[in-house]
C-alpha cells in the first residue's frame, strides 16, 4: 500500500514538472543552441523533487544570462577598437574584413595551401596598411574625390571571370562572411586611394632621357644577354624504340621526317644555361654541337621545358632526343632594346621613393594610436 502511494506521487511530481516546463520553455530563446552540458545540468535541477518552480526560473534566467553574455562577447570582440587614426577608428572586424577581401581577391592567383601561407605571410603588415589606407582616404575625402560607379562594376566583373561563374563567386563570399556590397566598397576605397596617390605622387614624378642613358652606362654589365640554344625535341615511350630512331637520325634522315614516319611531335624550345632546365636535360643540351643529335635520355622523374618561350611542358618516364638548331651568342643589349624597361624601373624606385616619403608626413601630422594587444 505504502509502495503504491509513492509511485502514484512520484507520477504525479513527473507530470508536474512537465507542465511546469511546457510553461517556462517558450521563454528560453535558443534553447536547441545551448550546450549538451548546460541542458544536462537544467534536466538535472528540473527532476530534482526539492526544487520549486521559482528555482527553475531563476536557474533559466541564469543560463539565458550567460548565452546572452557570451553571445555579446563575441559581439564585442568583433568591434573592438585596435586603432584609432585621426577622427577614423579601425576595429577587429574592419580587420577580418580586409584579411577576407584580400582572400577573395588572390584566391584567382593562388589556390589552398599556398592562398593560405600568403594570407598568413600578409597578415603582419595589415594593421599597419589598414592605418596607411586610412590616412590615403581622409586625404581623398578632403579633396572630395568621385569614382565612376562604372569603374566599380568593371572591378568586380574581373573578379568574378577569375572564379569561372558568379554562382562561385557568391559561395566564395559566403566562406568568407562577406557579401557583394562589400568587395564594391573596398573596391570603391582601392580606386580612391590610387586616385589619390595618382595625383598627389604619380603624375609629379619625371624621369628624363639623361638619367636613362645615365643608368645604362653605369650598368651595362647587367644587360648582357647570356648564349641562348634553340632545339627540337621529340617523345618516345620505349628504349627500343628510341634507340632505332636514333639510328635513322644518326644516318642523316631528318627530324620531322622520322617524327611523321612514326606519328611524333616535334617541339621547339629554347633555354639558357642557369637551371631553367634538369641538369641532366641541361648537360645534354650544351653539349652537343650544331645540328648534332643527342643520344635518348630518360627522363624519370617529372621536369618542365621551355617549349615555344613557354615552361609549361611537363615530362616524365619517357626517352627524349634531342636537335641543336641554333646557338645565339652572349651579347650586350643596344640602348634602344632596354630603355623602356630602364624607364620602368627608374619611375618605379622614384615612385616608392616618394610614396614612402609622403606617407611619413601624413603620419606625423596625424593623430595614431594602435590599442591592439
Known amino acids: 500500500m505504502v509502495k503504491t502511494i509513492r509511485q502514484n506521487k512520484k507520477i ?66 568583433q568591434d573592438k577598437i585596435i586603432a584609432i587614426v585621426n577622427k577614423d577608428i579601425i576595429t577587429q572586424k574592419d580587420l577580418n574584413d580586409f584579411i577576407n577581401f584580400m582572400r577573395v581577391q588572390l584566391a584567382a592567383e593562388y589556390k589552398g595551401e599556398q592562398l593560405e601561407t600568403k594570407i598568413q605571410s600578409m597578415k603582419l603588415d595589415l594593421l599597419d596598411k589598414l592605418i596607411e589606407d586610412s590616412l590615403i582616404l ?14 566599380i562594376k568593371v572591378r568586380v566583373s574581373e573578379i568574378i571571370k577569375h572564379y569561372g561563374s558568379d554562382s562561385e563567386f557568391q559561395n566564395s563570399l559566403t566562406k568568407q562572411g562577406l557579401v557583394k556590397a562589400d568587395i564594391e566598397a573596398k573596391i570603391r576605397e582601392q580606386l580612391l586611394m590610387y586616385s589619390v596617390i595618382d595625383m598627389e605622387i604619380r603624375s609629379k614624378i619625371i624621369i628624363k632621357p639623361g638619367e636613362v642613358t645615365d643608368f645604362y652606362q653605369e650598368n651595362t654589365e647587367k644587360f648582357i644577354l647570356p648564349e641562348q640554344r634553340e632545339f627540337e625535341s621529340i617523345t618516345i615511350d620505349n628504349e627500343s624504340l628510341a634507340n632505332e630512331i636514333f639510328d635513322q637520325l644518326k644516318s642523316g634522315q631528318e627530324l620531322q621526317d622520322v617524327a611523321d614516319r612514326y606519328s611524333l611531335t616535334v617541339n621547339k624550345f629554347s633555354c639558357v644555361r642557369n637551371g631553367q632546365l634538369r641538369k641532366d636535360i641541361e648537360d645534354t643540351v650544351f653539349k652537343i654541337n650544331l645540328a648534332q643529335i643527342s643520344r635518348p635520355i630518360k627522363i624519370d622523374t617529372s621536369a618542365s621545358l621551355s617549349v615555344n618561350g613557354e615552361r609549361s611542358r611537363t615530362i616524365e618516364n619517357n626517352y627524349y632526343i634531342f636537335k641543336l638548331n641554333n646557338i645565339i651568342p652572349p651579347r650586350h643589349q643596344n640602348l634602344s632594346e632596354v630603355q623602356d624597361k630602364i624607364y620602368s624601373m627608374l ?15 601624413l603620419r606625423k601630422r596625424s593623430y595614431i594610436k594602435i590599442i591592439q594587444n
Open 12 to 77: 504525479a511530481f513527473g507530470d508536474n514538472l512537465k507542465v511546469r516546463f511546457s510553461v517556462v520553455r517558450p521563454f528560453l530563446k535558443g534553447w536547441e543552441s545551448l550546450s549538451f552540458r548546460i541542458r544536462k545540468v537544467f534536466y538535472t535541477f528540473l527532476h530534482h523533487k526539492k526544487l520549486n518552480f521559482l528555482k527553475i526560473l531563476l536557474f533559466l534566467f541564469a543560463i539565458t544570462s550567460y548565452e546572452l553574455l557570451a553571445t555579446s562577447y563575441e559581439l564585442f570582440a
Open 138 to 151: 581622409q586625404e581623398a575625402k578632403r579633396g572630395n574625390i568621385k569614382i565612376n560607379p562604372d569603374r
Open 347 to 361: 619611375f618605379n624606385k622614384k615612385m616608392q621613393e616618394a610614396l614612402t616619403k609622403w606617407l611619413d608626413e
